[in-house]
């Protein structure tokens, strides 16, 4: 059966001036250090699974990111998404960022280390160093530095130590015991600033003859069984120096190359588990040391400008390096038949050397930082870790062109031992020079949400900035176009939009979420300490003038503890009689009637469900039973309240009472300070069409749903494997909610009856592995007006009923709730002249046709023309208002890069 072909008008909009922020800093989480008893625990060729990833832009925001495979040895094709982001004070930036561990034992029994058990720093070219709070997301503390501006942070194996690289040419070591950051000493003071800064090799605790008792508990203690031996660090003086850490001393220094006059700048050092050091410089020397004598083993000319950042393969034996001239170059550490190619005869090394053996330019621009996992432990060959062969190590890259580029990174011996599995899907390859890359795509609000909202009614389209926002007016149509496939372009030559609002706020953060009602009356825009109301007043120009809601910000203090009124998410309800607000510090929800011209807003209720803690059962919630006796079903499903059981409001919430032990619905804070409270941010938050339902998602996975026209809890879904980036209503169906998660699975909840319809799975448990494996994952998903309510007024829907775009940062997917999958889910032609058949859940039989016949497909149609895409909306049934903000016009406004001709140069 052949499907109509359903045309929609497009509002192609590339005015708005959303500008991403240049990538400074890659971070990943250190691994345990192994026990120096039980050397079977370090030598174990198990792959560790995919930490997160932390990056650091430079307007001070921090992204935590959270690989999206199902398992340590899955592909998975959108690799790490953003939980969440730490939103930076302004104005701010990212220069340095390191993770440590929280408890170390605890670290050696988890299989990848967990938030909870992480320490996050950074350091943002000031006197302070900051740590955060990562499950609250705000800054925790602040010490300084006692040095003045801090170039580089280095944390030692064990995570116990913090060494400051300062611009007084001393480095501090900050000590992280205890969990707490306190001053431990000053080394020896050079006379430059320290540019970057390493940890040697950690050396086995010798233990000394005790009784058998004493050394039973001395043996229990893993945390000191290592000591730190040296550091090395890279001044702008032209030199390296070794430094002591018993004694705090100089012990050598190494020069490094200079033109006369000007002073060399080693802008990056390593240190391998041999202690071989490796250093970058600005002259783009890359050379390699020997820590006993710091005499120079070999050199390389490796780069035509500036080494900003290398990083250590996970075995040591190569070395990548980049910097400004956007090339990311590759060392490899070759074995030699013959002793007399040693570098140096004055080192026992074994016989081998460096090679260069590939580049490649992955940036358009600086390369400001590299990172990759398994991250490198400095130790001694002895206790180095052994990973397996089978799983391509991961680099990760990024730089002034904004975006973080991910490079399978297998070494060419590890293919000669079997297939190497590539772990993000780009190509059967996974060598360093061969593999294809993928760059994530970069999106406008935090933890992936989009900074763009849209009026519907008033047809205004809000983008918000670090500091400020501007909207404008989309105009109506005026003629029908011509077709492009499924959907009518018409562009901003047409003289389509204005500007009608643009405003610069006085922020504390950088601005976190924002939101303006659909008749254009209201806006809301939030930092993390504080949220302000607007009223918009149309003027006889056409332009927007704000007043704004004076007492707001204390309205909102006076509902929630603390001193802060900022939120995380907020919306409009569709009448925009209401706004709903996230709290960012407490995760408290408030549902505030806007009131009249006469009359002030007012808050009707709060909800503190994302502040408790439920019962978890296989990292799932268990509704109305706790304890192991709760499992989950056969299939997989999560017990909730069913159809034939008491579904009202008041039930649910005495249900929900009886778990937690306290009336969770209660306005007062002394029943909710009775149960467990977590930290957790609300990410996501999405009302019906019809002001009906309200859904909460938070960064725990955690999803809630309330009644707005009760005001009460209404029910809560079962926690999900992954982060949940779309979240809407359907307009033909007001109760039908649809969740995207960030690996590109699909669920569809039926919220009044509270369960996952049956009609839904057939689509749920089988969508076409085009979809699931896209590269840029799902971000977010709109419905046609069309269907709902107010179609009349507005015009019919040229789409069927039930029908959803979902949208990626370079793809738009038209997919029909109801519609069964065919084969592969997408439009196809298939070759053969085998007859086949496939029955689906609905017990109907699709016959394929004969060669050279085209079966044509009604679900899934992709649209991959719109690149990259920051928001996709309807502003009225049948026109689409797709946001578009091309790399080329971002970097257009970025200075020239480095370019140095080769030929014809005079």
């Given at each position: ?11 192609r909009?590339?005015?708005?001036d ?44 921090i ?11 899955s ?5 790490w ?10 104005p ?34 000031g ?23 801090i ?23 900050v ?10 000493r ?13 940890w ?19 043996d ?13 660090a ?31 700048l ?7 588990g ?8 600005s ?7 020997d ?21 250590i ?11 400004v ?19 140096s ?20 621009h ?21 990973f397996?062969v089978?799983?391509?190590?991961v ?34 390859t996974?060598t ?23 009026a519907?009614?008033?047809r205004?389209?809000?983008?918000t900035?670090e ?27 047409d ?28 806006l ?13 007043r149309?003027?006889?120009n ?58 002030p807003?007012?808050v ?11 019962g ?27 159809e ?115 009609w ?69 032609r298939?070759?053969?002249?085998r ?47 797709v ?24």
């Amino acid at each position: 059966m052949v499907e109509t072909a359903s045309t929609l008008a497009v509002h192609r909009c590339r005015f708005v001036d959303f500008t991403p922020s240049a990538v400074t800093a890659l971070c990943f989480p250190p691994l345990p250090l192994p026990s120096v008893k039980g050397k079977k625990a370090a030598n174990n060729r198990t792959f560790p699974g995919f930490g997160p990833l932390v990056i650091g832009r430079a307007n001070g925001n921090i992204e935590l990111c959270e690989w999206t495979g199902s398992s340590p040895r899955s592909q998975a094709p959108q690799a790490w998404v953003v939980r969440k982001t730490l939103v930076g004070p302004y104005p701010s930036k990212v220069e340095s960022l390191a993770l440590t561990f929280r408890s170390p034992r605890r670290a050696a029994q988890e299989e990848i280390p967990s938030w909870s058990n992480l320490r996050l720093f950074s350091a943002g070219g000031g006197s302070e160093l900051v740590e955060w709070d990562i499950e609250q997301g705000c800054i925790k503390r602040t010490i300084s530095s006692q040095g003045g501006p801090i170039w580089s942070i280095a944390p030692n194996p064990a995570s116990t130590i913090l060494a400051l690289g300062c611009e007084d040419g001393s480095v501090r070591l900050v000590s992280l015991l205890y969990d707490e950051l306190t001053h431990l000493r000053r080394l020896d003071r050079m006379k430059s600033r320290i540019l970057s800064i390493a940890w040697g090799p950690p050396a086995p605790k010798q233990k000394k003859t005790q009784s058998s008792n004493a050394q039973s508990d001395s043996d229990d203690d893993d945390d000191d069984e290592w000591t730190d031996s040296w550091l090395v660090a890279g001044l702008s003086d032209s030199s390296l120096r070794k430094l002591d850490f018993a004694t705090g001393r100089s012990l050598d220094r190494m020069g490094t190359d200079k033109i006369r006059g000007e002073r060399t700048l080693v802008w990056a050092v390593g240190v391998l588990g041999d202690g071989t050091i490796v250093s970058g410089d600005s002259m783009g020397n890359v050379k390699f040391w020997d820590s006993k004598t710091c005499t120079q083993l070999q050199s390389f000319q490796g780069h035509a400008a500036d080494v900003l950042c290398l990083t250590i393969s996970p075995d040591g034996t190569a070395v990548y390096t980049s910097g400004v001239d956007q090339k990311v170059t590759q060392f490899s550490y070759v074995k030699t038949s013959r002793s007399d190619h040693n570098p140096s005869p004055l080192v026992s090394r074994s016989s081998g050397r460096w090679v260069q053996t590939s580049s490649r330019r992955l940036h358009s621009h600086d390369v400001r930082a590299l990172a990759i996992w398994p991250p490198h432990t400095p130790l001694p060959p002895s206790h180095q870790r052994q990973f397996p062969v089978d799983v391509a190590p991961v680099l990760a890259s990024g730089g002034l062109d904004m975006s973080v580029v991910l490079t399978p990174a297998a070494l060419p011996t590890a293919t000669l031992a079997g297939k190497v599995m590539n772990p993000l899907a780009t190509s059967t390859t996974a060598t360093f020079e061969d593999a294809y890359h993928r760059r994530l795509a970069y999106t406008s609000g935090p933890a992936s949400s989009s900074a763009l909202h849209l009026a519907r009614k008033a047809r205004l389209l809000m983008c918000t900035r670090e500091a400020g926002l501007t909207v404008w007016r989309i105009a109506r149509r005026q003629q029908k176009g011509e077709e492009d496939g499924e959907m009518e372009v018409l562009g901003a030559q047409d003289g389509g939009w204005e500007r009608v609002l643009d405003m610069d706020l006085n922020v504390q953060t950088n601005i976190v979420s924002g939101a303006i009602s659909d008749d254009g009356k209201w806006l809301a825009v939030a930092d993390w300490y504080e949220t302000k109301l607007f009223r918009l007043r149309e003027e006889s120009n056409g332009d927007l003038k704000p007043r704004r809601i004076r007492n707001f910000a204390s309205l909102i203090q006076s509902q929630v503890s603390g001193s802060s009124s900022g939120a995380s998410s907020l919306i409009f309800t569709p009448d925009s009689s209401k706004l709903v607000l996230a709290t960012s510090t407490s995760s408290t929800i408030l549902i505030i009637d806007l009131g009249s011209a006469d009359r002030p807003p007012r808050v009707l209720r709060k909800f503190e469900q994302h502040r408790l803690r439920e019962g978890f059962v296989n990292n799932r919630v268990i509704k109305g039973r706790k304890g192991p006796s709760a499992s989950p079903a056969a299939d997989g499903d999560v017990e909730m309240a069913t159809e034939d059981q008491d579904a009202s409001p008041e039930a649910e919430d005495k249900d929900r009472a009886s778990n937690h032990g306290s009336n969770a619905e209660s306005d007062s804070d002394d029943d909710v300070e009775d149960a467990k409270l977590v930290r957790t941010t609300i990410t996501r938050m999405a009302v019906s069409p019809d002001g009906q339902w309200l859904a909460t998602a938070d960064d725990r996975r955690r999803t809630h749903v309330f009644n707005l026209d009760s005001v009460q809890h209404h029910c809560a879904l079962p926690t999900f494997p992954h982060p949940i980036h779309a979240l809407a209503f359907d307009a033909s169906a007001p109760n039908t909610l649809v969740l995207g998660f960030a690996d590109n699975a699909l669920e569809v909840y039926d919220v009044e009856a509270r369960h996952f319809p049956r009609w839904a799975r057939a689509l749920v448990n089988a969508l076409p592995q085009r979809f699931t494996h896209l590269h840029d994952p799902v971000l977010g998903v709109t419905f046609d007006p069309g269907h709902g309510e107010e179609a009349a007024a507005g015009g019919a829907s040229p789409l069927p009923p039930k029908t959803a775009l979902f949208w990626g940062a370079t793809w738009i997917c038209k997919v029909n709730l109801t519609e069964r999958i065919g084969y592969g889910g997408f439009e196809k032609r298939r070759r053969g002249k085998r007859k086949a058949a496939e029955t689906n859940a609905n017990d109907r039989v699709e016959v394929q046709t004969e060669e050279g016949q085209q079966e044509h497909q009604r679900n899934f149609k992709l649209v991959t023309h719109y690149r990259p895409l920051l928001f996709v909306d309807f502003v009225a049934p049948g026109e689409l208002v797709v946001v578009e903000r091309p790399l080329v016009d971002v970097l257009a406004k970025l200075p020239p890069a480095y370019f140095k001709p080769k030929y014809g140069a005079s």
